[in-house]
């Protein structure tokens, strides 16, 4: 067992450990920051594949997480006025279960994606980051500009979705499903990985004329992994405004993208639990240094000019050395 596998390990363990402290504690506000930390996670986990393997450096992955947040305020907003979104040909309902949400929000992300992908990922570069910043743009001024779901002012969700089984309105326990669906979605990133598309992403990523010479097409490569890395942002999207049970035209908005970019470079390009790391540190400092001072982003982006100019491996490159974990 190698360093950064003992160091996941405890990684992994630490958010459990620190929303059941709270809990004994009584402390539901701690539990709540926890449940944020994984999601934000979450969605940077998703990031994390087109960034880490894909060398996909995306300004607008900030459009996922709205659409899951939007696929999640629609649905229940109708689902808790009882009007249904389309009463044509065919009836369609809202709904208040997580399951058919977080579906709707994957799939929504999913096909915006494909389309986002099929056009910028015939750029490179600078140019790509650009386009995504575009689309980003984009979908955040017609957010504004929906008076129908709350313009600028968002769309607030007075009830909070079920889930079959758990009491969702108890902390602990929309913790509790909030970390079972990161602790999936991070076994599936690690088994992507270790396949042999991960393996071929990753080639593509470091020399694509070779990969090119084998037979693969990298444009293909890295679409699918756009594709896949955009649903999981946008079911992050959905589970964070469920927390909140508020959506609003930010989630879009390209400062998201920035703080999803963040949490990766802070934990470690690449690691799989990089961004769970970045995550956890960035609410950490959040809660700490936002009562210290309304300014408290400065010193945030005084670690992060460390971690780029002294620990390039992020936070868990630092501490695991040059040692290749084994999950």
Known sequence: MTRETILNTLIFLALPAVAVAALVMDEPFTITLATRAAILALAAVGLNLALGLGGLVSLGHAVFFGLGGYAMGILASHGQSYVPLFDGWILIEGTKSMPIIWLVAVLS?????????????????????????????????????????????????????????????????????????????????????????????????????????VGLVPMRLRLVAFVISGAVTGLAGALFADLNRFVSPTMFSWQMSGEFIIFIVLGGIGRLFGPVAGACLFVVLEHSLSGISDFWLIYVGAILLLVVLFARGGLIGSLAGREVADD
């Open 109 to 213: 992300s999913a096909v915006v994606a494909l389309i986002i992908g099929l056009l910028s990922l015939r750029t490179s570069g600078v140019y790509f980051i650009m386009i995504t910043l575009a689309f980003g743009q984009m979908f955040y001024y017609f957010s504004i500009s929906w008076p129908a779901y709350g313009g600028e002012d968002g769309l607030s969700i007075y009830v909070r979705n079920s889930f079959p089984g758990p009491n969702t309105l108890d902390p602990i326990q929309f913790f509790g499903l909030v970390f079972a669906v990161l602790a999936g979605v991070l076994w599936m990133m690690s088994r992507i990985a270790r396949s042999p598309f991960g393996l071929a992403l990753n080639a593509a990523r470091q020399n694509a004329t070779r990969v090119e010479t």
